[in-house]
């Protein structure tokens, strides 16, 4: 039986992600771990009191500096991890990647099941209509920070590639959406809007775990969500 370990459980979709475990015949729980600094709590233990060592894989879902933490702690452990966390500076990214010598690692943006297939649509649009404007949009909660999500920016670094047309953005927090990714593509006479609807957070967990499933006995390496479908 598969076991996981999870750091940020106590958050959005960590909560999703312990339900999913509990819920799967395969899988049982390592530790569920807090991204805060403070003592154990309830069912969370922090993650300075955590061992890292009862687990076959570990999903974050939690905070960059959190994750920058975690990278400390399994230093000499070869634990697999799937990284969900987003809002990595450059340097955090880069030490993302040179993890890859260490353990197999699977950082993606969006884990959505269906994302991967979107993305690639968008890009085979834009390569197929070399006059239209472009803008990738999103929709999330309210508590969301205002800036940019990392599934906008994957969208637009991906959709510039070999062209110089210039990416509009269209961010908007609304409520308790769970999530919407938007592009559009709009060459004047007529316009093309691709979107994609994620009813709650569970689709980032579900995705999360069948990411977790496919790491565990990799060799190392830097892998992404793409890969599992590639």
Same mark, same amino acid.
């Given at each position: 039986?598969?076991?996981?370990?999870? %750091?940020?459980?106590?958050?959005? #979709?960590?909560?999703? @992600?312990? $339900? !999913?475990?509990?819920?799967?015949?395969?899988? &049982?729980?390592?530790?569920?771990?807090?991204?805060?600094?403070?003592?154990?709590?309830?069912? +969370?233990?922090?993650?300075?009191? $955590?061992?890292? !060592?009862? $687990?076959?894989?570990?999903?974050? +879902?939690?905070?960059?500096?959190?994750?920058?933490?975690?990278?400390? =702690? #399994?230093?000499?452990?070869? @634990?697999?991890?799937?990284?969900?966390?987003?809002?990595?500076?450059?340097?955090?990214?880069?030490? %993302? =990647?040179?993890?890859?010598?260490?353990?197999?690692?699977?950082?993606?943006?969006?884990?959505?099941?269906? +994302?991967?297939? +979107?993305?690639?649509?968008?890009?085979?649009? #834009?390569?197929?209509?070399?006059?239209?404007? /472009?803008?990738?949009?999103? *929709?999330?909660?309210?508590? &969301?920070?205002?800036?940019? $999500?990392?599934?906008?920016?994957?969208?637009?670094?991906? %959709?510039?590639?070999?062209?110089?047309?210039?990416?509009?953005?269209? *961010?908007?927090? /609304?409520?308790?959406?769970?999530?919407?990714?938007?592009?559009?593509?709009?060459?004047?006479?007529?316009? *093309?809007? @691709?979107?994609?609807?994620?009813?709650? =957070?569970?689709?980032?967990?579900?995705?999360?775990?069948?990411?977790?499933?496919?790491?565990?006995? &990799?060799?190392?390496?830097?892998?992404?969500? =793409?890969?599992? *479908?590639?």
């Amino acid at each position: 039986m598969m076991r996981v370990s999870i %750091l940020g459980a106590s958050g959005k #979709v960590g909560r999703y @992600l312990l $339900s !999913e475990v509990e819920n799967t015949n395969d899988m &049982k729980l390592g530790e569920a771990i807090s991204s805060g600094r403070g003592e154990a709590n309830g069912a +969370f233990v922090a993650l300075g009191a $955590s061992t890292l !060592e009862n $687990s076959d894989v570990l999903i974050d +879902f939690s905070t960059p500096a959190a994750t920058m933490e975690l990278l400390d =702690r #399994v230093q000499g452990n070869p @634990l697999p991890l799937v990284i969900g966390t987003t809002g990595f500076s450059a340097a955090e990214s880069a030490r %993302l =990647r040179s993890e890859a010598q260490n353990r197999a690692i699977l950082v993606g943006a969006n884990f959505t099941k269906g +994302f991967e297939a +979107f993305a690639a649509a968008a890009q085979d649009l #834009v390569g197929s209509l070399p006059d239209a404007a /472009i803008e990738v949009g999103e *929709i999330y909660n309210a508590l &969301k920070k205002p800036a940019a $999500s990392g599934t906008t920016h994957r969208l637009c670094n991906e %959709l510039s590639q070999g062209n110089s047309r210039e990416i509009g953005t269209d *961010i908007q927090r /609304i409520g308790d959406t769970a999530g919407t990714n938007i592009v559009t593509l709009d060459y004047g006479v007529a316009r *093309i809007r @691709l979107e994609l609807n994620v009813a709650s =957070r569970a689709a980032y967990s579900a995705g999360a775990i069948e990411a977790a499933r496919w790491l565990v006995g &990799k060799p190392n390496g830097f892998y992404e969500p =793409r890969n599992l *479908i590639s």
